[in-house]
């Protein structure tokens, strides 16, 4: 079981960047896709990257470009860069993991899929 924890958020200007972290300590993500999702004020969660077992990435529309999402060495933690960032990029910003087994190359974009989610991290981006 994992016990996920985002960490890297934080207040920036408007063309900065950040590189939010997500661990679950003493664990290691090997055997799970992985995903970004975020929550901005009145809004509902949404997709942001997600990373199969494999490697193999997606972004939505709104970030490609600009987020790039990534697994550590050893697969103990995963990466979101952030660059250019936006104020419509505020947002809490949540990491979450599915057991993958052995579909090495899916990826999931849909938030009901996850099965492990952690607590968020804040994100503030000033104009």
């Known amino acids: 079981q994992l016990h996920l924890v985002e960490s890297g958020g934080g207040a920036v200007q408007a063309g900065g960047s950040l590189r939010l972290s997500c661990a679950s300590p003493?664990?290691?993500?090997?055997?799970?896709?992985m995903g970004w999702f975020r929550q901005a004020p009145g809004k509902e969660r949404e997709f942001v990257s997600a990373?199969?077992?494999?490697?193999?990435?997606a972004n939505t529309d709104s970030v490609k470009g600009r987020f790039t999402i990534s697994r550590g060495n050893a697969d103990e933690t995963l990466y979101l860069q952030i660059n250019s960032l936006k104020p419509e990029d505020t947002a809490v910003y949540y990491c979450?993991?599915?057991?993958?087994?052995?579909?090495?190359?899916?990826?999931?974009?849909?938030?009901?899929?996850?099965?492990?989610w952690g607590r968020g991290t804040q994100v503030t981006v000033s104009s």
């Open positions: 979450a993991a599915k057991f993958a087994g052995g579909l090495e190359s899916d990826y999931y974009t849909t938030e009901s899929t996850y099965e492990y």
């Open positions: 003493g664990r290691s993500f090997s055997g799970y896709a």
């Open positions: 990373i199969s077992w494999s490697g193999i990435t």
